[in-house]
């Protein structure tokens, strides 16, 4: 098989650079939808990323639509706050923030577990609307596990070493029991 | 076009890393590809390249494209962003040959140390082997499609990024090995017979079919976060039959061509034969690159200078004129936070790219075409000594002082950085301030000994014929090396400014800018020209240890710790005594006692010829990519979030200098929100630093310590890396302070 497959390997380091590269890009982008409520001439939908959403950096997006014909609003001024007891949060959702252009997109940090009461305001030629919904937020990691992944490189890396270490020793030691005795003598 | 096709059309996540990876892999086939397409054209024509870089750009389109960022909304979005995973990409990538330039174009030493024992490993060999069998690969492949588009398992990527990665990652990768049967890249073989790859495609088109099918007629949205997300008045059913006809039809004619194809070639009997090349171009025939004929021009250095010393000149004359507030000063921006990062990055990822284009050169050249100096530099201050304790005075004043928050200071120290070059070239022969004063080339050439790029000899052998030696003596048209560096002697970059005297003057064109392994010479201590070996000069030490301390130091200055420790002590006097006294116990006492500790925890393992200062300087240079690895992940962070804050700064110029009618945009000098890669690109430079400390420490303890047992040396200084690796991460998740930035 190896004889026939010979270089399939010189494939596979290659494979594994692209797979490096594509694997920690394939994301999702918006998030799940949190609530859907129309106010006025505007349906608003709120999408929370991570799903659940979890206490630190959160992504929290609006799409606006036209309730008649579900064409997506682009000129509009949105904000957000969020309330849980005393605490109370403002964060502007802009188009900037967003990878998707057709949402508004938010990125507060989200400081305590619970549930969180989320106001959205819509500000458009003039007039002022909003709504408001409840999200739920969990306990979210510490930022060292967070980031996990990113620490795993270097055991990961430590013990390719190690292996990488080992098949060399392994291959001297097959070149020294393959190599002729030191008294032949080629005739 | 509308509003709303503008901002689809725009929605491009673009990550930077991301961006840098693909270009990477892109330039390592590059480069294989134009050693092999000298040597084995027939096998790698211009249309290999062209598919694999086809095939890397429809990848880059599939998850960075507005596919990606509407995949949450739109089934339809999903599903090409998958065909394209799955049946466009893994062909064309393969049809490109991408093994043998991928190898070809990794660092050769890398590929045969690194990677050939991993690529001669039987067991390895074999495994990969049975992966590309026809029935494995189909099995995989199709059990992996059908897997992820069960309802729950597709909710579950969709509600998690993790998930989703993983969805993604074995689309990719199964898709990978289903196609490698039959594209079958070259110099791969395969001992199956071409007709079964008929009823292979086949087969797998109809798994693809009933999938497709029942997307179009099973009259319910199979998929809820589809339902609650619709877009455009579209339902949610119609969308998830359109998504349905596009994975039917398109999919299956991906499976039918490739069919007929394998079918209509094996009917006509086509087969090439494959031919070893008779003729291999001689390294002469090849032509000088573009660089390197920039580089001999004589233009070249003073070109460079030019555009480094305008910009200096703005930086004083604004600093000294301009406005008050930091973010609006062109010394308060361009300085502190594009130039730093940027120096670091080139000297990671290039060589002492500033030092060829310093701007001090020119008061240099003008003192000495005035004062003609005759005196040497002193005796006792030809060394580094002088050089640690400016370093340490510059970290001691820059957070002492809020060097970053004042732009005339910053002027100030443009300006004393011109008369000091002009005041000490013209006392002194040769590039003295260059050598034994200035901070920033000290800098820079301790870091330049991890830089990728290095002025040496193509030819030793050349060398050994010359005569004149110009490349140190000098010749009427051209000075020779100021800072006594003898070419065939020259070992890394220390002490090299990049000035180019040696490559203009070297009559046989034998000095070049050429790529060398990183870190290299710090394993194998070669006697330097000028410098002798690193183990025998503690004053070298001393001033990595500076440097590699100090980065810990100067980011640590910027996080809440210790902005809350120094707002104890009231009073601006006492900040500078405070600071001091950080300084001294980080920069200092804290790096003194570590390398004492672990030099004698390592000595006794050490061997017997070497003594206690020998083991501290040789070891104090394998903690140098720890250390940059922390300057680079700090002013990555300045650079990331406060990149755009020249704009507005270059609008207020125009503005006020010229009168153009533009209006600053200050709102870029307040960023309200760190680049998403930006934390995690942070960690895997720290990451890329300690492992390539801890390689440096092994090799030196195995090669030149002991042999038999490096653990025992490896451990103490192994020990140090791991702790400041702890050190920096701690750092880099507090938040920072965004200096140069008008929230700050």
């Known amino acids: 098989m190896c004889s026939k497959h010979r270089n399939c390997w010189g494939g596979l380091v290659a494979l594994t650079l692209l797979a490096f590269v594509a694997s920690p890009q394939l994301c999702a982008d918006g998030g799940s939808v949190q609530f859907r409520q129309q106010t006025g001439s505007i349906v608003v939908t709120l999408f929370g990323s991570p799903s659940p959403l979890r206490t630190g950096p959160a992504d929290l997006s609006v799409l606006l639509e036209t309730a008649g014909g579900n064409q997506p609003v682009l000129d509009a001024d949105v904000s957000l706050t969020l309330r849980q007891g005393e605490t109370h949060l403002t964060a502007a959702a802009t188009h900037a923030q967003a990878t998707n252009k057709l949402l508004y997109a938010a990125l507060p940090d989200l400081p305590t577990p619970g549930q969180w009461q989320v106001t959205v305001m819509v500000e458009r030629a003039g007039t002022h609307s909003e709504v408001g919904g409840t999200i739920n937020i969990l306990p979210g990691p510490p930022a060292i596990l967070f980031y996990w992944p990113y620490f795993l490189v270097v055991p990961v890396a430590i013990g390719l070493f190690a292996l990488n270490q080992w098949l060399k020793k392994k291959e001297a030691g097959r070149r020294r029991t393959n190599a002729p005795p030191k008294h032949y003598h080629w005739s | 076009m509308n509003s709303i096709a503008v901002a689809a059309l725009g929605s491009w996540t673009l990550d930077v890393p991301v961006v840098a990876l693909f270009l990477t892999i892109a330039a390592i086939y590059f480069r294989g590809w134009r050693r092999l397409t000298k040597l084995l054209p027939r096998q790698f024509p211009t249309s290999c390249l062209l598919l694999f870089w086809l095939g890397l750009a429809l990848l880059f389109i599939a998850l960075e494209s507005p596919l990606d960022a509407f995949s949450s909304l739109l089934l339809q979005a999903h599903m090409v962003q998958h065909l394209l995973l799955m049946m466009v990409v893994p062909p064309l990538?393969?049809?490109?040959?991408?093994?043998?330039?991928?190898?070809?174009?990794?660092?050769?030493?890398?590929?045969?140390?690194?990677?050939?024992?991993?690529?001669?490993?039987?067991?390895?060999?074999?495994?990969?082997?049975?992966?590309?069998?026809?029935?494995?690969?189909?099995?995989?492949?199709?059990?992996?499609?059908?897997?992820?588009?069960?309802?729950?398992?597709?909710?579950?990527?969709?509600?998690?990024?993790?998930?989703?990665?993983?969805?993604?990652?074995?689309?990719?990768?199964?898709?990978?090995?289903?196609?490698?049967?039959?594209?079958?890249?070259?110099?791969?073989?395969?001992?199956?017979?071409?007709?079964?790859?008929?009823?292979?495609?086949?087969?797998?088109?109809?798994?693809?079919?009933?999938?497709?099918?029942?997307?179009?007629?099973?009259?319910?949205?199979?998929?809820?976060?589809?339902?609650?997300?619709?877009?455009?008045?579209?339902?949610?059913?119609?969308?998830?039959?359109?998504?349905?006809?596009?994975?039917?039809?398109?999919g299956s004619i991906f499976y039918l061509v490739p069919a007929t194809a394998i079918a209509m070639k094996l009917m006509n009997g086509s087969r090439t034969a494959w031919r070893f090349p008779t003729r291999i171009p001689s390294p002469k025939e090849q032509t000088p690159g573009l660089v390197h004929r920039f580089l001999r021009w004589r233009y070249a250095r003073p070109a460079m200078q030019s555009v480094f010393f305008i910009a200096a000149a703005a930086v004083v004359i604004d600093g000294l004129y301009g406005p008050r507030m930091s973010p609006m000063n062109l010394a308060g921006v361009l300085p502190w936070i594009h130039w730093r990062g940027l120096v670091v990055l080139a000297l990671l990822f290039a060589g002492n790219l500033f030092c060829m284009a310093c701007p001090f050169m020119l008061p240099r050249t003008a003192a000495r075409k005035l004062l003609r100096p005759k005196r040497r530099w002193p005796a006792f201050l030809r060394s580094k000594w002088l050089a640690a304790a400016l370093f340490l005075i510059y970290l001691w004043a820059y957070e002492a002082f809020s060097l970053w928050d004042s732009p005339a200071i910053t002027a100030?120290?443009?300006?004393?950085?011109?008369?000091?070059?002009?005041?000490?070239?013209?006392?002194?022969?040769?590039?003295?301030?260059?050598?034994?004063?200035?901070?920033?080339?000290?800098?820079?050439?301790?870091?330049?000994?991890?830089?990728?790029?290095?002025?040496?000899?193509?030819?030793?052998?050349?060398?050994?014929?010359?005569?004149?030696?110009?490349?140190?003596?000098?010749?009427?048209?051209?000075?020779?090396?100021?800072?006594?560096?003898?070419?065939?002697?020259?070992?890394?970059?220390?002490?090299?400014?990049?000035?180019?005297?040696?490559?203009?003057?070297?009559?046989?064109?034998?000095?070049?800018?050429?790529?060398?392994?990183?870190?290299?010479?710090?394993?194998?201590?070669?006697?330097?020209?000028?410098?002798?070996?690193?183990?025998?000069?503690?004053?070298?030490?001393?001033?990595?240890?500076?440097?590699?301390?100090?980065?810990?130091?100067?980011?640590?200055?910027?996080?809440?710790?210790?902005?809350?420790?120094?707002?104890?002590?009231?009073?601006?006097?006492?900040?500078?005594?405070?600071?001091?006294?950080?300084?001294?116990?980080?920069?200092?006492?804290?790096?003194?006692?570590?390398?004492?500790?672990?030099?004698?925890?390592?000595?006794?393992?050490?061997?017997?010829?070497?003594?206690?200062?020998?083991?501290?300087?040789?070891?104090?240079?394998?903690?140098?990519?720890?250390?940059?690895?922390?300057?680079?992940?700090?002013?990555?962070?300045?650079?990331?979030?406060?990149?755009?804050?020249?704009?507005?700064?270059?609008?207020?110029?125009?503005?006020?200098?010229?009168?153009?009618?533009?209006?600053?945009?200050?709102?870029?000098?307040?960023?309200?929100?760190?680049?998403?890669?930006?934390?995690?690109?942070?960690?895997?430079?720290?990451?890329?630093?300690?492992?390539?400390?801890?390689?440096?420490?092994?090799?030196?303890?195995?090669?030149?310590?002991?042999?038999?047992?490096?653990?025992r040396v490896f451990l103490p200084w192994g020990s140090l890396a791991l702790a400041l690796y702890g050190i920096g991460i701690w750092i880099l998740l507090e938040p920072m302070q965004m200096r140069g930035m008008m929230m700050n």
């Not at chain 2, 070809?104 to 049975?130: N, Q």
């Not at chain 2, 099918?213 to 998830?240: E, I, M, N, R």
């Not at chain 2, 014929?465 to 490349?471: A, E, I, L, P, R």
């Open chain 2, 412 to 711: 100030w120290i443009v300006i004393g950085y011109f008369l000091a070059a002009f005041a000490i070239d013209g006392l002194f022969r040769g590039a003295s301030f260059c050598k034994y004063v200035c901070p920033i080339g000290q800098f820079n050439f301790v870091h330049s000994l991890l830089s990728p790029l290095e002025i040496k000899v193509r030819s030793q052998k050349t060398c050994q014929s010359c005569k004149t030696f110009d490349c140190i003596r000098g010749n009427e048209k051209q000075r020779g090396c100021e800072l006594y560096l003898f070419q065939p002697k020259k070992a890394g970059n220390f002490d090299c400014t990049f000035c180019l005297d040696c490559v203009q003057s070297c009559p046989h064109d034998n000095v070049a800018l050429l790529p060398v392994i990183p870190a290299q010479t710090i394993i194998s201590n070669p006697y330097r020209s000028s410098l002798g070996r690193l183990s025998n000069r503690p004053d070298l030490a001393a001033l990595v240890l500076v440097v590699v301390f100090g980065a810990f130091a100067n980011a640590f200055g910027m996080i809440q710790p210790f902005t809350d420790f120094v707002s104890r002590f009231s009073g601006v006097a006492a900040r500078p005594i405070i600071v001091a006294a950080l300084m001294a116990f980080g920069i200092v006492l804290i790096p003194a006692l570590a390398v004492w500790g672990c030099t004698i925890l390592s000595e006794p393992s050490s061997g017997p010829n070497q003594s206690l200062r020998a083991i501290a300087s040789t070891f104090a240079f394998s903690l140098l990519p720890i250390g940059a690895a922390m300057w680079a992940a700090h002013l990555l962070y300045h650079l990331a979030t406060g990149f755009l804050s020249i704009l507005p700064v270059m609008e207020r110029l125009l503005h006020s200098l010229l009168r153009l009618p533009v209006q600053p945009n200050w709102s870029l000098a307040a960023m309200p929100f760190l680049p998403h890669w930006l934390t995690p690109t942070q960690i895997l430079l720290l990451d890329a630093g300690l492992l390539l400390t801890l390689y440096l420490i092994w090799r030196i303890a195995r090669d030149r310590m002991n042999r038999s047992r490096p653990a």
């Open chain 2, 93 to 250: 990538l393969l049809l490109g040959q991408p093994m043998l330039p991928i190898l070809r174009g990794l660092p050769r030493p890398f590929v045969k140390e690194g990677l050939g024992p991993f690529l001669r490993w039987p067991a390895l060999r074999g495994f990969s082997g049975a992966l590309v069998i026809p029935w494995v690969a189909w099995l995989l492949y199709n059990l992996t499609t059908v897997f992820w588009h069960l309802p729950a398992l597709y909710e579950l990527a969709l509600r998690s990024p993790a998930w989703h990665n993983l969805e993604h990652a074995c689309f990719f990768w199964t898709a990978m090995l289903f196609w490698w049967p039959v594209v079958q890249p070259w110099p791969s073989r395969s001992r199956w017979n071409r007709w079964g790859l008929i009823p292979y495609l086949l087969a797998a088109d109809l798994v693809n079919t009933a999938i497709a099918g029942s997307f179009v007629f099973s009259g319910k949205v199979l998929y809820p976060s589809y339902a609650a997300a619709p877009l455009g008045g579209l339902s949610p059913l119609t969308d998830q039959m359109a998504a349905g006809v596009i994975m039917w039809v398109p």
